[in-house]
């Protein structure tokens, strides 16, 4: 950023921003490894990336032994390198989101202050890093953060080489913009590639700027994105010929034009999370559409195409057949950057803010002081075996409303005599706010995760055991156990694998007491109804350890067997 602007315009230094940044680092990077992994996106792909670093295969990703080609293996391919790198474990299958989300927000700044100026670059970074939903997904192992850094790393790309006066810099960033959408291509899909595609349409017919199309390097872009895609998938579809149907059509048409995936929504499904996602700023969306709508016919909008951004990907996935809340992810860098540029202009020279600022922030002090008021309603949701998890959890949330009432109290006594650092503390109180509820999850998340259940039994199993997962697929105790199960009967998200290679899985219940009857070192695992179920028809099990969610078995005559 251009600090010199900066130091002028605020009480803000260089020497403060980098404290500040480091601290925001510690915090982002310091609370990963906090969190047991919990279902089902954090242990699949952590799982994923574990077989494809034991099995040396990092062409086909597999999920339990069996082919999985959902999604493309970029971010497979970093976890599993941090795998080898730092070891097995929770921060480790998170880093990729954590640094591609933290990253993002360095690149909001840069791109901001190079389009509208260095406050403003400041001020857009403050708005993402204090983003709920974007704090909370940058610490879940989804695959919907790195997509979302890639896309919008394109997007900003492209605003830069829209706005550089330099013919080979602005012909560099496009370029740096291809590869970039190669890379979202190869973190989640199609949809890299798509979504700047739509959004770019859009922002031709409404602003009827087809100029630009001559500034985009259509060519030479197009050789650099197949040249970073194409080799995965043709050595994929060479060793599994099944994959370019799955991928394609079941994977990418069907999923958003038909309801086979079961996550359908009503066509406001987004509209709370956007609100939740984007708490301490909604205000100020209205003002900076409006003003990126009145600067839509220069020559070259940034702000119109942040704001076809927002829409179009907000309208694509509002009507789509597939809805869920990660989806959204790569609007609110744009909204920020839109927010950053509005709250600059209203800093203006006097680095002061209105009344309206003033009562953003007093109305988010007392709601927190309200949120206070309901801490009761927490442990209302809990089962009888969670309350005591509940109620630790609320200590979180008390924490949680202490950080966004206390910061938000001083952004307001900060607002006339200071607007920077009152929006400065405004932003910290989110990230705080969310950051600790996300991570005090861990008292509700533990139980889910399965950790306490495989300490309690890891020991004693010994290695290369045969594993069955009978009418259940649990996204977190092959990761934590360090195995691959056997299907049994429900293969859940696994049936395209076991469609593909049959003799992997065990497809009726029948099947499986008959293999178990003969398998006599083998263990399973399942759910405790199923357990009753199987004691009721007298299969011989005998009970290694149990949570409130699962059971783990093994046959009786394996009791002598020693671990290896």
Not at 200 to 225: E, N, P, V
């Amino acid at each position: 950023m251009q600090f010199g602007q900066l130091r002028q315009s605020s009480a803000l230094n260089p020497a403060k921003i980098l404290i500040l940044v480091l601290v925001y680092g510690l915090f982002w990077f310091g609370t990963l490894n906090y969190r047991h992994l919990i279902p089902s996106d954090e242990g699949r792909y952590a799982e994923i990336a574990r077989e494809m670093l034991v099995t040396g295969d990092w062409v086909t990703p597999r999920y339990n032994g069996y082919k999985y080609f959902e999604k493309p293996p970029l971010q497979i391919w970093a976890t599993a390198t941090a795998f080898n790198i730092f070891g097995i474990g929770d921060w480790q299958a998170r880093l990729w989101t954590a640094l591609t989300g933290f990253l993002t927000i360095f690149f909001i700044g840069f791109t901001g202050a190079r389009i509208y100026g260095a406050r403003a670059g400041w001020l857009a970074s403050l708005v993402l890093a204090s983003s709920p939903m974007w704090v909370i997904g940058g610490h879940v192992n989804s695959l919907d953060m790195g997509l979302s850094a890639f896309l919008v790393a394109a997007l900003c790309s492209l605003l830069l080489a829209q706005t550089s006066h330099n013919k080979t810099q602005a012909r560099n960033w496009m370029w740096a913009c291809w590869a970039l959408m190669a890379l979202a291509t190869l973190s989640k899909g199609v949809i890299g590639a798509a979504i700047p595609g739509m959004v770019f349409i859009t922002y031709s017919l409404t602003a009827w700027d087809w100029k630009i199309w001559k500034r985009l390097h259509i060519i030479s872009g197009t050789i650099l994105f197949l040249a970073i895609t194409a080799p995965w998938f043709v050595l994929v579809a060479q060793r599994n010929p099944e994959f370019l149907e799955f991928f394609f059509i079941h994977e990418h048409l069907q999923r958003f034009t038909q309801t086979a995936h079961s996550r359908t929504g009503p066509i406001y499904y987004f509209i709370p999370l956007l609100l939740l996602g984007f708490l301490p700023w909604v205000a100020q969306i209205p003002g900076a559409i409006s003003q990126a709508w009145r600067e839509r016919n220069r020559e070259f909008s940034s702000g119109w195409l942040l704001t076809c951004w927002f829409i179009v990907i907000l309208g694509f996935f509002s009507v789509s057949q597939s809805k869920l809340p990660g989806y959204i992810i790569p609007i609110f860098p744009a909204l920020a950057l839109l927010v950053g540029n509005r709250l600059d202009r209203n800093l203006g020279l006097s680095n002061s803010l209105t009344l309206s600022w003033q009562t953003q922030t007093i109305f988010f002090a007392i709601l927190g002081g309200i949120g206070f008021m309901f801490l009761g309603e927490i442990s209302k949701q809990a089962r009888p075996d969670e309350i005591e998890s509940y109620t630790q959890y609320t200590y979180w949330i008390i924490a949680a409303l202490i950080a966004l009432t206390g910061f938000s109290l001083f952004a307001f006594t900060q607002s006339k005599r200071n607007g920077l650092l009152s929006i400065t503390s405004f932003a910290s109180g989110f990230f705080l706010c969310a950051l600790i509820a996300g991570t005090g999850h861990e008292t509700l998340g533990r139980a889910v995760s399965g950790i306490d259940l495989v300490e309690q039994v890891k020991g004693s199993i010994p290695t290369q055991t045969q594993f069955y997962s009978v009418r259940i697929l649990d996204h977190t105790v092959p990761f934590y156990l360090g195995t691959t199960m056997t299907m049994v009967e429900f293969p859940d998200e696994l049936e395209f694998g076991v469609k593909q290679e049959p003799e992997l899985w065990l497809p009726t219940l029948a099947a499986f007491i008959e293999r178990w009857k003969e398998d006599q070192t083998a263990y399973a695992l399942m759910v405790p109804e199923q357990y009753l179920e199987l004691q009721k028809l007298n299969v011989p099990m005998q009970e290694v350890g149990r949570d409130s969610r699962r059971v783990i078995v093994k046959h009786p005559e394996s009791a002598s067997a020693s671990p290896q």
